[in-house]
């Protein structure tokens, strides 16, 4: 079964998170192309697919140009989404709102919804101040001044969990290989998932 991991990025941690998910979903013995959106030209070789992008206001518009110029075929194939965007280590904003659903961008419905995406996952991410930005919007962005409280800089992915959430996708699609008859392949166990792997 062919896997196609798509990601957008600016700074390179969502790579790291396509690349980390792609790790997960080969060790189940899937075969996995982890590609940045605007380089794949062809999606018709691919038997499922997961689709994530960091979070700039929003995914990254290359990201939801993927997602739209494809949604017939994608929406033909069991498919997941991800953002990497949150910052910090509390899972709670000041007026103790979860801070991965107040993350979620609203034309993630919409394009989750047009390809019947089974989910989308939420990722802590990284900022690096010292990196320069990218583009017009995200100058502006870290130059607003009520920003510096979302822009909080370190790494704060968690690596056990994008572990946790890719060894889910690899047991659905093991799932529906087997009740398509075409037997079972071996899903990495998330429970072997140890703290030490979160990274924190
Ligand atoms: C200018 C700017 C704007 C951001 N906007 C958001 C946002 O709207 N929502 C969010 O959750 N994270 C936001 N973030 C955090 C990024 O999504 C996070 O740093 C992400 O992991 C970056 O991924 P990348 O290195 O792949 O570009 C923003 C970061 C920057 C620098």
Redesign the pocket.
């Known amino acids: 079964m062919n896997v196609l991991v798509a990601y957008a ?7 790291e998170i396509a690349e980390g998910i792609g790790a997960t979903l080969g060790q189940s013995g899937l075969h996995v192309s982890v590609e940045q959106v605007d380089r794949t030209r062809d999606v018709s070789g691919y038997d499922a697919f997961v689709i994530g992008s ?4 929003g995914w990254l518009k290359e990201a939801t140009e993927f997602v739209r110029r494809n949604r017939a075929t994608l929406a033909r194939h069991p498919l997941w989404l991800f953002s ?4 910090g280590t509390s899972p709670t904003d000041p007026q103790g709102r979860d801070v991965r659903t107040t ?1 979620v961008p609203r034309e993630i419905v919409e394009l989750g919804n047009a390809v019947r995406a089974r989910d989308h996952h939420v990722f802590f ?3 690096d101040p010292a990196a320069k930005p990218v583009g017009f919007l ?1 100058r502006a ?2 130059l607003v001044p009520n920003n510096a409280a ?2 909080q800089a370190g790494d704060f992915r968690e690596w056990g969990e994008i572990k946790t959430w890719a060894a889910t996708v690899a047991g659905e699609l093991a799932t529906d290989r087997s009740a398509d008859g075409k037997g079972v392949a071996p899903a990495v166990d998330p429970t072997r998932v140890t703290e030490k792997e979160t990274g924190r």
């Not at 960091?54 to 206001?57: P, R």
């Not at 990497?84 to 910052?87: E, K, M, V, Y």
């Open positions: 990025t600016h700074h390179g941690a969502t790579r960091a979070l700039y206001c990497s965007g949150p910052l993350a991410g990284a900022y995200e962005f870290r979302i822009l």
